[in-house]
């Protein structure tokens, strides 16, 4: 199976366009070495022609002309074949509304989700105005079958977080997916947002080839600290990478080939290549995502 972070950033993306914190100056003056990264999302194929998008970011359109394999094959043709939505915030929406010149659209979402996106921000209700949007009902526990041999499976991602205009009732606000290639057995599991490494959550992990996980922010307080927001990571909906229980030391143990961050917001400092909080994390076995980073597992 193929995975290609087409994204690998937390929602505003790097730099963020009205943020002048250390990590964004850094990547607009070049003080320091770091890459911009645009809104996170994940492209994945068994046979590097059709493809199925983990999230649709407010990047979308250049994440695809970015990546050749995602390049039109005909005059009106996309190898994007679906959408599967981890949940409805509009970093990992949004880029659904530019999708609207396809004739179809096929989005694959728990009923929570697809109430909060007709009702809540009305995203799908938009783009149903232009294409056919085909929702696929997910619900978590059922292994679905894609193309090619790719099959998946969502589970449900323990969280007190909704959207600010959320209306989805109902637990399943958020999820995380495993997808597996039925050839191999090898699985890939995509969680970009976690409020806590729950029993439930590790059990998903287990025996996954990568793992793509919530590297929002670094210290819970982060934002706080810099002034930015009253919240802290956790209260966000975001586990944060350091701490005692913090996200790192929960997951260097495990026995996973690639255990890679992202959602990586503007404001965590292993965005910069020299920062040590970036050598602790890659000591620990665990790497950064980039955009255009692509892994054959
Ligand atoms: C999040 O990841 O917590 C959301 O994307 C935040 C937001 O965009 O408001
Ligand atoms: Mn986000
Ligand atoms: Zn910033």
């Given at each position: 199976?193929?995975?290609?972070?087409?994204?690998?950033?937390?929602?505003?993306?790097?730099?963020?366009?009205?943020?002048?914190?250390?990590?964004?100056?850094?990547?607009?003056?070049?003080?320091?070495?770091?890459?911009?990264?645009?809104?996170?999302?994940?492209?994945?194929?068994?046979?590097?022609?059709?493809?199925?998008?983990?999230?649709?970011?407010?990047?979308?359109?250049?994440?695809?002309?970015s990546f050749p394999a995602l390049h039109p094959r005909g005059v009106r043709d996309s190898p994007v074949q679906a959408m599967l939505l981890t949940d409805?915030?509009?970093?990992?929406?949004?880029?659904?509304?530019?999708?609207?010149?396809?004739?179809?659209?096929?989005?694959?979402?728990?009923?929570?989700?697809?109430?909060?996106?007709?009702?809540?921000?009305?995203?799908?209700?938009?783009?149903?105005?232009?294409?056919?949007?085909?929702?696929?009902?997910?619900?978590?526990?059922?292994?679905?079958?894609?193309?090619?041999?790719?099959?998946?499976?969502?589970?449900?991602?323990?969280?007190?977080?909704?959207?600010?205009?959320?209306?989805?009732?109902?637990?399943?606000?958020?999820?995380?997916?495993?997808?597996?290639?039925?050839?191999?057995?090898?699985?890939?599991?995509?969680?970009?947002?976690?409020?806590?490494?729950?029993?439930?959550?590790?059990?998903?992990?287990?025996?996954?080839?990568?793992?793509?996980?919530?590297?929002?922010?670094?210290?819970d307080d982060e934002l706080i600290r810099l002034g930015i927001a009253g919240k802290t990571s956790r209260d966000m909906g975001h586990l944060p990478i350091?701490?005692?229980?913090?996200?790192?030391?929960?997951?260097?143990?495990?026995?996973?080939?690639?255990?890679?961050?992202?959602?990586?917001?503007?404001?965590?400092?292993?965005?910069?290549?020299?920062?040590?909080?970036?050598?602790?994390?890659?000591?620990?076995?665990?790497?950064?995502?980039?955009?255009?980073?692509?892994?054959?597992?």
């Amino acid at each position: 199976m193929w995975v290609r972070v087409l994204g690998a950033a937390a929602g505003g993306g790097f730099p963020q366009w009205n943020c002048s914190c250390p990590q964004c100056r850094a990547a607009r003056d070049g003080s320091r070495p770091c890459r911009p990264r645009t809104q996170s999302s994940v492209a994945v194929s068994a046979d590097y022609r059709r493809w199925f998008l983990l999230n649709a970011s407010p990047d979308i359109r250049a994440q695809i002309e970015s990546f050749p394999a995602l390049h039109p094959r005909g005059v009106r043709d996309s190898p994007v074949q679906a959408m599967l939505l981890t949940d409805a915030e509009l970093d990992h929406t949004l880029g659904l509304l530019l999708l609207r010149e396809a004739g179809d659209v096929e989005v694959h979402a728990t009923a929570a989700v697809h109430e909060t996106l007709c009702g809540g921000t009305s995203v799908l209700r938009i783009l149903g105005a232009y294409a056919r949007v085909e929702w696929r009902p997910v619900a978590t526990g059922v292994e679905v079958p894609l193309a090619d041999g790719l099959s998946y499976q969502a589970f449900h991602v323990p969280t007190d977080k909704q959207a600010r205009f959320g209306t989805g009732e109902g637990e399943e606000s958020v999820v995380g997916y495993r997808i597996t290639d039925g050839r191999t057995g090898r699985a890939l599991v995509y969680v970009p947002g976690a409020q806590r490494l729950t029993a439930s959550v590790r059990d998903q992990l287990e025996g996954c080839s990568c793992l793509l996980f919530d590297g929002t922010c670094w210290q819970d307080d982060e934002l706080i600290r810099l002034g930015i927001a009253g919240k802290t990571s956790r209260d966000m909906g975001h586990l944060p990478i350091s701490g005692a229980d913090g996200s790192l030391k929960q997951l260097a143990p495990l026995p996973i080939e690639r255990k890679i961050y992202i959602h990586i917001n503007n404001t965590n400092p292993i965005l910069l290549e020299d920062a040590p909080e970036r050598r602790i994390v890659e000591e620990h076995g665990m790497e950064v995502a980039a955009d255009g980073l692509e892994l054959e597992i």
